[in-house]
């Protein structure tokens, strides 16, 4: 049927079924692509605002505060503080777990924001001090699963 035919009825409509192909891909950008970079180094980078002295966690291209471009980084280091924290009963796939797992909302001195990731180790609890524990370096591929969990330090 052409743009120029008219539909009189529902019977005269016509209909099939078919795939359409999409391709598609997502980038990190700038300030993501460091973060992700610095993750296969096993380091947790923020970007810092030279002009307010504010540093960003997950990265940010330009500061939120005084809205200038962002362009050095900052290594964090691998400590941070379990700000918030949830008992999981279903994975990924939204298939039930067998045993119940904690993620929490993980932030660092100095860094406005945190990163969200699994929290293990023996009684995990807002305020709890944590480490970032990484995948061995020949397994790293740049994304936020290289990061394995944040083990609550005795």
């Known amino acids: 049927m052409t743009i120029k035919e008219r539909l009189t009825s529902l019977r005269e409509a016509r209909t099939w079924e078919d795939k359409i192909p999409f391709h598609y891909e997502y980038t990190a950008g700038v300030a993501g692509e460091s973060f992700l970079r610095g993750l296969i180094d096993g380091k947790i980078l923020g970007a810092r605002c030279e002009n307010c002295q504010l540093t960003y966690l997950p990265p940010k ?14 290594d964090l280091g691998l400590k941070g503080r379990v700000a918030a924290l949830t008992e999981a009963y279903l994975d990924f796939a939204g298939e039930k777990v067998e045993k119940p797992y904690m993620i929490g909302f993980v932030t660092f001195t100095d860094a406005k924001g945190g ?7 023996r009684r995990p609890r807002i305020g709890s001090r944590v480490v970032a524990r990484f995948k061995p370096r020949k397994s790293r591929t740049g994304a936020i699963t290289d990061i394995l969990s944040f083990v609550v330090e005795s």
Not at 115 to 121: A, E, P
Request: charged content about 20%.
């Open 115 to 121: 990163i969200i990731q699994r929290v293990t180790g």
């Open 61 to 74: 291209m330009y500061c939120t505060n005084c809205f200038r471009e962002i362009t050095s980084y900052r």
